[in-house]
């Protein structure tokens, strides 16, 4: 495989193999990380949108050491946005199938990376995760079920490593809150940590 920092000079370059390779190697990243936010509906002229304004706005990234991705799913997160601001009526769709499919990277296991091995696809924690406002809700896909990097997750939210940090601990400490309010209400609705 093409190192990316090639790929990416060879597309800047008008090389249309080398759009074709970046855009088959995200597009089912940036589709899944729409169709979760608005639904499978839209999601594909989200999608599309996505790669029309990477494609067209190619020539002003410069890289960074950070995958292509992040930039995606920057250019995602905000047509997101956009839309759900235009549409404000509709639901956002949260799917939560990839919590059992969670690729945590690294092996340092602290309290953030607990809870969301204590999460399930329960409907608590489905209405705990939909109670989170848009960035943090973003914050945690990104980080914890993607598997993106503090730096990364930086990139595609816009955001400096120590606002993604501090996004994300509020996040947890939002979602722990809801947890342990849900729980207290009906203990057979809270996931037990450690459980399938």
């Not at 996004?167 to 203990?187: G, K, N, Q, V």
Request: charged share 30%.
């Amino acid at each position: 495989m093409v190192p990316e920092q090639a790929l990416i000079a060879r597309a800047q370059r008008g090389d249309a193999d080398a759009r074709r390779e970046l855009y088959e190697t995200n597009v089912a990243m940036v589709y899944s990380f729409v169709a979760k936010r608005i639904g499978r509906d839209r999601a594909d002229d989200i999608t599309a949108e996505v790669f029309t304004k990477a494609f067209e706005r190619l020539d002003r990234f410069e890289w960074r050491g950070i995958p292509l991705r992040s930039w995606l799913l920057r250019i995602a997160f905000n047509e997101v946005v956009g839309t759900s601001r235009r549409q404000a009526h509709e639901a956002i769709d949260v799917d939560t199938d990839d919590l059992d499919r969670a690729g945590r990277p690294g092996t340092d296991r602290d309290a953030a990376d607990q809870l969301v091995d204590a999460l399930d696809a329960s409907d608590t924690v489905l209405a705990a995760l939909t109670g989170l406002p848009a960035r943090q809700r973003a914050a945690v896909e990104l980080r914890y079920l993607r598997g993106l990097s503090v730096a990364e997750v930086g990139v595609a939210l816009d955001l400096g490593d120590e606002a993604v940090r501090a996004l994300t601990y509020r996040a947890l400490r939002s979602l722990r809150a809801a947890l342990a309010t849900a729980a207290s209400r009906d203990p057979a609705a809270s996931p037990e940590p450690g459980s399938p």
